[in-house]
């Protein structure tokens, strides 16, 4: 007993009712927030918004994450960011000032504004707080839990003093419902919602709602305070009919048949293939009632459209038409992505004799070497050459195996290669007409579009790599994929061989070295015409050596005893025994012929040599600024030089790794320091050859004076003399310019061994060429196509003046130069880039198909054209755009007849519709020519459809709940659709006095 009696031993269990609950704490949480966001105050005293407003400021928000036990919640905050307002008196509001919320539901700047939250539409409210269920969370749907949020909202402004709405969101997300309530001093407004499917029958009217609005406020005075009442009816068109869009899509049966020339290859094609735009919206509103103006009920309705004062349009546009631009460029990307070589595309049996061609080198260096033919250029013989060689190369191959058919790849080729094309009238007109476009271009368009392929890294829009891609992209689109594409390239380096073979330049390539600015398969077409140039060349000065040496063994008698050497004739190389001309001239890979027609009228110069023998110059174009070799009373004679090899960015690349892998050291500079000499030491003999006796000083004077230092100096009798000396870098011991005087020969440059080997150069571009696979072909290509395409969009939005696309094509560009000149093009930016392309070509097709159905008639005026262009052009930049004059304006006549005919047609079974539709047309266009007024059709069809969606908006001031009680602002916001009936009211009540 006594352990029991114990205090120690007993145990109490004691309850801590201070303990701070789940729902306390998501209080506590939502009031932190709310204080963080500096929300807590009295927030009336500010300006009402100007009309538009919600429409054209900036929204903002700002979201948190907060929790009710293990429940997700976001809470977020919605503000019209307004320009910051003077402070002045803010301090001086009076306690009772309504919250900015009540202040709003009776402003009539805002309503109905078409981009804004759903709220600020139902309530027009500028700032509220929204908390919803967090992502991934069920929605609130039991009516406990909904009371418990909104209690818990109600606690929270309460204790915080914030006076901005704040609202839950309840039952599923689909359905847009909310709760909420908005506090201030004395005063509460709740925010309820109603949602349903079918529109009750006795709420399907003005009547109706006015009675529930009535019903609900409560107000027992008598009169009644006025309801002011906005109303807004949608309605939808969605059949175009004869209206359609004008855009037809290319015949593409006269790429098939017939001859197609540069007009149909060298474009790209452009428009949607379906319409652009499915639905115009046309709201009619009725800004500014009040009840018993408008009559509204189950029987009667004075809501006339065209009555309306206020009309206002938006279009809803087709989500990713078909446009023909953009499916060309997104076909033609995907072939970057194929793994497939020519061969494997078309099979050993078409590509053998291409591959047969390109594996043995030597037998096409044996074929380059025989007599060239001397038959002269003119498109007449190049045609003949061209077509006896195609048939010659495919005599061995059946029809069937072709995926080109001969006329389009003859087209094709005639196309890329017009200077082989047989003189014809039409051709002639045409070429005619292409150059007089071109020459009525003006010269900022030039340099526009000369900038444009610069910046790019493409090829000029007049080259043959530009037109190549036209073609590939055509080709691949429409007639065959990716063996036609592959059968295109095959015939293309075929064509390019046969030219090489035979020394005709490649047509559409602009003389010169290769241009390091174009992509580098131009780079690589050039570089054979520089072949093929230097070739003919040779080909020239020999011909020329071989009439020389006619004329001078017919104008004088050589004793047959007699060796020809090298110094009795202009021939100046010594000639071998047992080696005739024509072997030396078939070493064309061992030396340089190179003989200009100066060299040939020069008098002939010997002078004495140490040995007494006579020395010719050789190789003299001019005297230099006559300047006198410095151990010579001579002349300086400019040098005939080689011409330094061109080269292409692969090869400088290819070129610069060799002379990096050299290292730092002595040997490697040395080494590096000699391979970059070849030019150097080909000039200096040149000038040994042009110059006999000169030294290493009348060099440097000729070709780096600044390397050669003059200055006066006064002899012992005190005259003035010039005194020259090579400067301090050229007397550096081992230097590499003294090595290589001491090296050089006195060789003209017509002996020397060529820098530049044409044959092997040109073999190398040839056998690059056929080892490209389609893919690599498509990337090379790449830069032209999207060159071409901005070409496209830019001609077709001078056409619709289309301000936004403009800009938006300038971004572009500036985005497309720096994707197209990295080395490695990154694909998927360059794909996002395709995607931009397309969405400003569908902005385009939009503004013409809406140009289109808004055009003027006969006998509009020119003001309406104007105001109507301008209407379009508002259509696609804004949200909505007012019409004006409503109905009785130009754009609201020609929206009354495009419902109208939607209307009589609808009317009509899709047999009399076929039937009628002539009549139809007539009778739309003596409608747009006369009063603008419909003059057909029964009187009985009414012009408009039945509204697609109706919004009716009520306000007053009353007082309540009790008659002593403050006005305060009540609304109530209803929505009546097809297949959703919407109340959103706001209903406040003082709280003072209950």
């Known amino acids: 007993m006594a352990a029991d009696s114990d205090p120690e031993s007993e145990v109490f269990e004691i309850t801590d009712f201070t303990t701070a609950s789940e729902w306390e704490r998501f209080v506590s949480r939502v009031e932190e927030v709310l204080n963080d966001w500096k929300l807590i105050g009295n927030s009336g005293g500010k300006s009402s918004p100007e009309k538009g407003e919600y429409t054209s400021g900036t929204w903002e928000e700002k979201s948190q994450e907060i929790n009710f036990a293990d429940f997700k919640f976001s809470i977020t905050h919605y503000f019209l960011k307004q320009e910051c307002e003077k402070d002045d008196g803010k301090d001086e509001l009076e306690e009772d000032t309504f919250p900015l919320a009540m202040q709003d539901l009776l402003c009539m700047n805002n309503d109905f504004p078409p981009r804004a939250h759903c709220l600020v539409r139902w309530y027009g409210i500028r700032e509220f707080v929204v908390i919803s269920p967090g992502t991934n969370c069920e929605a609130i749907i039991s009516e406990s839990k909904c009371n418990l949020l909104l209690s818990s909202i109600s606690i929270s402004l309460a204790n915080s003093g914030c006076q901005v709405p704040m609202f839950v969101q309840i039952q599923q997300k689909w359905r847009r419902m909310y709760a909420g309530e908005c506090q201030g001093p004395g005063v509460r407004t709740e925010f309820e919602m109603v949602h349903l499917r079918k529109v009750p029958s006795q709420y399907n009217h003005l009547s109706g709602l006015l009675d529930i609005f009535k019903s609900k406020t409560g107000c027992t005075l008598s009169p009644l305070p006025p309801v002011n009442i906005a109303i807004r009816f949608t309605y939808i068109l969605q059949d175009w009919q004869q209206y359609s869009w004008p855009q037809q899509p290319p015949d593409f049966d006269t790429l098939l048949g017939g001859e197609v020339g540069g007009v149909e290859f060298g474009k790209l094609p452009f428009g949607a293939c379906e319409e652009p735009i499915s639905e115009l919206h046309l709201a009619t509103t009725w800004p500014h009632l009040t009840e018993g103006i408008v009559v509204d009920n189950d029987v009667y309705s004075d809501l006339d459209p065209l009555q309306a004062p206020h009309w206002s349009v938006r279009v809803r546009t087709v989500e990713n038409p078909q446009c023909l631009l953009g499916d060309f460029l997104t076909e033609f990307f995907k072939l970057c992505c194929r793994k497939e070589s020519i061969e494997e595309v078309l099979g050993r049996g078409l590509a053998e004799e291409e591959g047969k061609e390109n594996s043995d080198i030597s037998s096409a260096l044996s074929k380059l070497t025989e007599p060239a033919a001397t038959v002269p250029i003119s498109k007449l013989s190049v045609s003949n050459m061209v077509h006896s060689a195609r048939k010659h190369i495919r005599r061995h191959r059946r029809i069937d195996e072709s995926p080109l058919s001969s006329d389009i790849l003859n087209s094709i080729l005639l196309y890329l290669f017009p200077d082989a094309a047989v003189e014809k009238s039409s051709e002639n007109s045409k070429s005619k007409t292409a150059q007089s476009n071109a020459c009525g271009k003006t010269e900022q368009d030039k340099n526009c579009d000369y900038n444009l392929f610069l910046q790019l890294k493409s090829a000029p829009s007049d080259s043959l790599t530009y037109r190549l891609a036209l073609c590939v992209c055509l080709v691949n689109f429409y007639h065959g994929g990716l063996r036609a594409v592959a059968h295109l390239w095959q015939e293309f380096v075929l064509e390019l061989r046969y030219r090489w073979e035979n ?86 890979d061992e030396f340089f012929e190179c003989l200009s027609d100066q060299e040939e009228m020069e008098a002939p110069h010997s002078e004495g040599g140490k040995d007494g023998s006579k020395i010719k110059a050789e190789g003299r174009m001019h005297p230099y600024n006559n300047m006198v070799l410095l151990h010579s009373t001579e002349l300086l004679y400019v040098p005939v030089t080689q011409e330094p090899a061109p080269m292409t960015e692969d090869l400088l690349e290819e070129q610069s790794e060799v002379l990096a892998k050299l290292g730092t050291s002595a040997e490697g500079a040395h080494l590096r320091a000699r391979m970059q000499s070849a030019c150097l030491l080909s000039d200096m003999e040149s000038f040994k050859a042009a110059n006999p006796g000169c030294v290493l000083e009348d060099f440097v004077r000729w070709y780096s004076p600044r390397d050669y230092v003059e200055e006066e100096v006064v002899d012992e009798k005190g005259n003035k003399m010039v005194k020259g000396e090579l400067s301090a870098r050229m007397k550096i011991p081992s230097n590499m310019w003294v090595e290589a005087w001491e090296t050089a020969r006195a060789t003209p440059a017509r002996r020397q061994r060529r820098l530049f080997d044409d044959t092997k150069e040109a073999e190398k571009v040839l056998h690059y060429l056929a080892m490209q696979k389609p893919a690599d072909l498509t990337r090379h290509l790449l830069p032209c196509i999207l060159h071409a395409a901005i070409l496209k969009l830019k001609e077709e939005e001078s056409v619709e003046d289309i301000p936004s696309v403009k800009k938006t094509i300038q971004q572009a560009t500036s985005q497309a130069s720096k994707l197209l000149h990295h080395p490695n093009h990154d694909y998927k930016k360059l794909e996002d880039f395709i995607n931009q392309l397309m969405a400003m070509e569908t902005v385009i097709t939009r503004v013409r198909s809406l140009k289109a159905k808004f055009a003027t008639g006969e006998g509009e005026k020119g003001e309406d054209t104007e105001e109507l262009e301008k209407f379009v052009s508002s259509l696609l930049e804004e949200p909505e755009v007012v019409v004006i004059g409503a109905g009785q304006g130009p754009a609201g006549s020609i929206i009354h007849r495009l419902f109208a005919s939607a209307q009589r ?90």
């Open 503 to 588: 020394n005709f330049l490649i047509y559409g390539l602009a003389g010169g070295p290769p241009d390091l600015r174009c992509c580098l398969l131009h780079q690589k077409l050039q570089m054979l015409n520089c072949c093929i140039e230097r070739k003919r060349a040779r080909d020239e000065s020999r011909k020329v050596l071989e009439g020389s040496k006619e004329r001078e063994r017919s104008s004088r008698p050589v004793p047959e005893s007699t060796t020809a050497t090298a110094n009795s004739s202009n021939l100046t190389r010594e000639v071998s025994p047992g080696k005739s001309w024509d072997s030396w001239s078939d070493s064309e």
């Open 905 to 994: 047609l609808a009317d009509f079974t899709s047999d009399e519709a076929a039937l009628l539709a002539p009549l139809e047309e007539d009778l739309g266009h003596a409608a747009r020519t006369e009063d603008k007024k419909l003059t057909v059709g029964s009187s009985n069809m009414p012009d408009f459809p039945p509204p697609a969606g109706r919004e009716i908006l009520l306000r007053t001031c009353v007082p309540r709940p009790a008659p002593y009680s403050k006005a305060l602002p009540q609304r109530l916001f209803c929505v009546l659709m097809r297949e959703e009936f919407r109340l959103a009211g706001a209903f406040s009540s003082d709280t003072s006095f209950f």
